[in-house]
């Protein structure tokens, strides 16, 4: 979870997963006519079809994420953990909130990434920030800590989620992510005014 690295490591790790995640999870495979992608990069790493969303590689039960869900989920997670971990360290914040971008900014994970439960949770965190919901049954974990991100990082960080709600399927549950996600500044805005 982060706490026996140190601030460089992370921001080392995170820009690895930005990088290896760009160039390799859910590759767009119509740039790749001659066959010049491994199939075995292909079968591990591409999207999944949407006959097999809601399974396991395995075959499993419905609400277990495929081996690239699992990998986004897993990617929301390290940088929700980073920025909650290390939000006095500029460079890691940095680093997580590029990556997270980099993840939500394409269609393909975009979509995928607004399905795991580590975005579920961090935009739940967020509206808990931006509320100024106390945490008291502790169900929010680690991503309580995201009340210490500077103000221009949670600028970035509602970007982001942006981003990955624009992802989403219809018009009808985009606006519902969007309300949720600027309602609270609405309400903040409002309370000034």
């Not at 396991?56 to 980073?82: P, Y």
């Not at 997580?96 to 939500?104: D, F």
């Not at 795991?116 to 961090?122: E, G, N, V, W, Y």
Request: glycine share 10%.
């Amino acid at each position: 979870d982060g706490h026996g690295l140190s601030p460089l490591l992370a921001e080392q790790l995170l820009w690895f997963l930005h990088r290896w995640s760009a160039t390799y999870l859910m590759p767009d495979l119509s740039l790749y006519s001659h066959g010049a992608l491994s199939p075995t990069l292909t079968r591990v790493f591409a999207a999944v079809s949407s006959a097999t969303v809601g399974t396991d590689a395995a075959g499993g039960g419905e609400g277990e994420l495929t081996g690239s869900e699992a990998i986004v989920d897993i990617l929301v997670q390290k940088a929700s953990i980073a920025l909650s971990l290390w939000a006095f360290e500029p460079d890691v914040v940095t680093a997580a909130l590029k990556m997270l971008r980099s993840v939500v900014a394409r269609q393909t994970l975009g979509a995928v990434a607004l399905r795991t439960p580590s975005f579920q949770a961090l935009l739940r965190a967020y509206t808990a920030l931006m509320t100024g919901e106390e945490d008291v049954d502790g169900s929010l974990g680690v991503l309580a800590r995201l009340r210490n991100l500077p103000t221009k990082a949670q600028r970035k960080l509602v970007g982001a989620l942006v981003w990955g709600t624009a992802s989403s399927g219809g018009e009808a549950e985009q606006r519902g992510y969007f309300d949720a996600l600027v309602g609270p500044i609405v309400a903040q805005l409002q309370t000034v005014c």
